[in-house]
């Protein structure tokens, strides 16, 4: 597939705004390694190969493990890979993505509320948003995966 066109060119604006979320968590208290861990986890489910092979690098210059990254679609499975934040945040994750089929559940989020505050849980929850809103992009546009 080729490229269909360049967002960040084509529509400067929306671009932009894309810009704006991803400055905001430059800022917020999640680490750099949990944010990649919810970008990838986010990435595989929407079947994103622009955003996995970006995040997946990201995630591996931040120090993350190859074996993390090779078995996180299967995380449930391989708990003991994945600290008890991490697990919540990629629960989160999958039921955000995947918000048509049940959304973010109760027993998640009071899980969550265990381990993180308000402003926290926010800052995931816009993480999460604005992966699966690259992911759109990506997806649409044809975004090129360099080899």
Request: charged letters at 25%.
């Amino acid at each position: 597939m080729s490229t269909r066109f360049d967002m960040a060119t084509t529509d400067k604006a929306a671009y932009k705004a894309m810009l704006g979320l991803e400055s905001y968590l430059q800022n917020v208290s999640l680490s750099p390694i949990q944010k990649e861990l919810i970008k990838i986890r986010a990435s595989q489910i929407n079947g994103c190969a622009f955003c996995l092979d970006m995040h997946t690098k990201d995630a591996l210059k931040y120090g993350e493990t190859p074996q993390r990254i090779f078995i996180l679609s299967a995380w449930r499975e391989a708990k003991n890979f994945f600290t008890e934040e991490e697990q919540a945040l990629l629960e989160m994750t999958e039921e955000i993505t995947l918000i048509s089929q049940k959304g973010l559940m109760e027993e998640t989020y009071y899980k969550a509320k265990q381990l993180f505050d308000e402003l926290t849980i926010s800052q995931i929850i816009m993480a999460i948003i604005t992966i699966n809103a690259w992911n759109r992009i990506a997806i649409s546009t044809y975004a090129p995966i360099e080899k």
